[in-house]
């Protein structure tokens, strides 16, 4: 689909590395190799929040016969070194140690932290970069940095989820504020590899819900006769305090035989209150090389039963990738094929969809609720 207004707001050249939280540790160039996959949200104000996700990466990660990796620790950002003949450098963000093969255990080249950026109501232009409230690793769980925050409003209360990537595990860190720019750490609540964590904007049946994504290394064939594939999904759980999370006992939205993607799936907007139900975007990968084609698709929920998807649009994309849009900066790029919508805000007439575009910069699209049936 195409839609009238959409564009990049935000890219690599607009993060001043001066502010970086490195600085004061890392005696090695860096440059952003992405500012992107932002958490998005309104503000008191009027304005809107982008939570722009900064990956900031070695210039050099291979100095001499070592390839380097970017951690916190408590005494400050250090490189780690590991020898090129004992790693698989077939990704520019990370490496595969061989000597833990077949199960995959990685370094990165890169860290990322989050920038609040503050919006124009329309989402279009930049009105100031808030690089006093940045948030980036102070703890173990965040050794490899912090990643993709979603931010949900819930009785004029701001929750921020982000997946948390350390040697220690893999999960979702929930943050809270209470004017949408000023966050405080409020623990992990999804244990090792369930990324993807959105919370519906809204209590039902005085309980918190959110979709959930949790990953493995190992799936079971679904048959001939099913009309889904195996992998990952997206799971429907609820919470009495945002902290206790009891998934359902049935399975949600998955990936189908049929479906327009036929690798992975996972969630990308926190669901929407709208007069139908719970509107919620996702995004599903179909196989092509290494990272594959990321789409955006969508699905209406029913407003007193989520779990009940009255309608799902798994074929035809809502967003794809649009090479049009990074022309100016196309010498950045890394990767193709990929949008990662990661949130919505209602604007009256029409919806407002933050996104990622390419891993590389944010997109703002503007979506016509009439797309939607709504």
Same mark, same amino acid.
């Given at each position: 689909? +195409?839609?009238?207004? =959409?564009?990049?707001?935000?890219?690599?050249?607009?993060?001043?590395?001066?502010?970086?939280?490195?600085?004061? =540790?890392?005696?090695?160039?860096?440059?952003?190799?992405?500012?992107?996959?932002?958490?998005?949200?309104?503000?008191?104000?009027?304005?809107?929040?982008?939570?722009?996700?900064?990956?900031?990466?070695?210039?050099?990660?291979?100095?001499?016969?070592?390839?380097?990796?970017?951690?916190?620790?408590?005494?400050?950002?250090?490189?780690?070194?590991?020898?090129?003949?004992?790693?698989?450098?077939?990704?520019?963000?990370?490496? +595969?140690?061989?000597?833990?093969?077949?199960?995959?255990?990685?370094?990165?080249? $890169?860290?990322?932290?989050?920038?609040?950026?503050?919006?124009?109501?329309?989402?279009?232009?930049?009105? *100031?970069?808030?690089? =006093?409230?940045?948030?980036?690793?102070?703890?173990?769980?965040?050794?490899?940095?912090?990643?993709?925050?979603?931010?949900?409003?819930?009785?004029?209360?701001?929750?921020?989820?982000?997946?948390?990537?350390?040697?220690?595990?893999?999960?979702?860190?929930?943050?809270?504020?209470?004017?949408?720019?000023?966050?405080?750490?409020?623990?992990?609540?999804?244990?090792?590899?369930?990324?993807?964590?959105?919370?519906?904007?809204?209590?039902?049946?005085?309980?918190?819900?959110?979709?959930?994504?949790?990953?493995?290394?190992?799936?079971?064939?679904?048959?001939? *006769?099913?009309?889904?594939?195996?992998?990952? $999904?997206?799971?429907?759980?609820?919470?009495?305090?945002?902290?206790?999370?009891?998934?359902?006992?049935?399975?949600?939205?998955?990936?189908?035989? *049929?479906?327009?993607?036929?690798?992975?799936?996972?969630?990308?907007?926190?669901?929407?209150?709208?007069?139908?139900?719970?509107?919620?975007?996702?995004?599903?990968?179909?196989?092509?090389?290494?990272?594959?084609?990321?789409?955006?698709?969508?699905?209406?929920?029913?407003?007193?039963?989520?779990?009940?998807?009255?309608?799902?649009?798994?074929?035809?994309?809502?967003?794809?990738?649009?090479?049009?849009?990074?022309?100016?900066?196309?010498?950045?790029?890394?990767?193709?094929?990929?949008?990662?919508? +990661?949130?919505?805000? =209602?604007?009256?007439?029409?919806?407002?969809?933050?996104?990622?575009?390419?891993?590389?910069?944010?997109?703002?699209?503007?979506?016509?609720?009439?797309?939607?049936?709504?």
């Amino acid at each position: 689909m +195409t839609f009238e207004t =959409d564009k990049l707001v935000f890219r690599p050249g607009d993060v001043d590395l001066k502010h970086s939280p490195f600085r004061k =540790d890392l005696n090695a160039e860096t440059f952003v190799l992405g500012a992107f996959n932002p958490g998005f949200t309104s503000l008191p104000n009027g304005n809107l929040l982008i939570m722009v996700r900064v990956a900031e990466a070695l210039k050099e990660p291979v100095m001499g016969k070592h390839i380097h990796a970017i951690t916190w620790s408590p005494e400050g950002y250090r490189l780690e070194a590991y020898p090129l003949n004992e790693v698989i450098r077939d990704d520019p963000r990370k490496f +595969t140690l061989k000597k833990y093969l077949p199960t995959a255990v990685m370094g990165l080249t $890169s860290l990322s932290w989050l920038l609040p950026v503050e919006l124009s109501p329309d989402g279009l232009q930049v009105v *100031e970069i808030h690089y =006093d409230k940045i948030i980036s690793p102070d703890r173990s769980s965040q050794e490899y940095g912090i990643e993709d925050a979603r931010i949900s409003i819930i009785e004029e209360k701001y929750y921020m989820t982000c997946c948390t990537v350390s040697s220690e595990r893999h999960a979702t860190t929930l943050f809270s504020s209470t004017d949408g720019l000023n966050y405080s750490f409020a623990g992990i609540i999804l244990d090792h590899q369930n990324k993807d964590m959105l919370i519906f904007e809204g209590k039902l049946n005085n309980k918190y819900y959110a979709l959930t994504r949790p990953l493995g290394a190992l799936y079971f064939d679904t048959g001939k *006769e099913s009309e889904y594939l195996s992998g990952p $999904s997206i799971n429907l759980a609820s919470s009495p305090d945002l902290y206790h999370w009891k998934p359902t006992d049935f399975p949600f939205i998955r990936s189908k035989k *049929e479906s327009g993607f036929t690798n992975r799936i996972g969630g990308g907007t926190p669901p929407i209150h709208t007069p139908k139900g719970w509107l919620a975007l996702f995004h599903g990968v179909e196989t092509k090389g290494k990272v594959g084609i990321y789409r955006t698709y969508w699905a209406l929920l029913d407003k007193e039963n989520p779990h009940n998807i009255l309608k799902i649009e798994d074929k035809e994309p809502l967003l794809e990738s649009k090479p049009e849009l990074t022309e100016d900066i196309k010498e950045q790029i890394y990767l193709d094929d990929v949008v990662f919508t +990661t949130g919505i805000v =209602d604007a009256g007439d029409h919806y407002i969809i933050a996104s990622g575009e390419l891993d590389l910069a944010c997109r703002i699209t503007h979506i016509p609720k009439s797309y939607f049936g709504l």
